[in-house]
């Protein structure tokens, strides 16, 4: 079965800076292309960012320059470095293994595994 676990959302100010990590189990995580997606209130769910299993990231636009994701294979765990945060960047995170949408309506079912889901609040 799959895990994923996420920890390291909080609240901050404005051009601040938070770390999401995501722990997984029941796969093969080097094997597998993992992905950090958001969903706010009233928002679709987006792919934020994603890194494959050989190390090739991208990037959302809206966060291009300021997140930088990574991966540590030993660990089975899947970060997601947020700096300059702004208050649009308010969501619920979730990991996802295998993330095939760019937009979803929601950070759960189809194919890919999900994470619970951790809460980053950027107040102005």
């Known amino acids: 079965e799959v895990q994923l676990v996420e920890s390291g959302g909080g609240s901050v100010q404005a051009r601040g800076s938070l770390r999401l990590s995501c722990t997984a189990s029941g796969f093969t995580f080097d094997d597998s292309d993992m992905g950090w997606y958001r969903q706010a209130p009233g928002n679709e769910c987006e792919l934020v960012s994603r890194?494959?299993?050989?190390?090739?990231?991208v990037y959302a636009g809206s966060v291009q320059g300021r997140f930088t994701i990574s991966r540590d294979n030993a660990k089975n765990t899947v970060y997601l470095q947020m700096n300059s945060l702004r208050p649009e960047d308010t969501a619920n995170y979730y990991c996802?293994?295998?993330?095939?949408?760019?937009?979803?309506?929601?950070?759960?079912?189809?194919?890919?595994?999900w994470g619970q889901g951790t809460q980053v609040t950027v107040s102005s």
């Open positions: 996802a293994a295998d993330p095939v949408d760019y937009v979803r309506p929601y950070c759960s079912g189809g194919p890919s595994g």
């Open positions: 890194i494959s299993s050989d190390g090739i990231t």
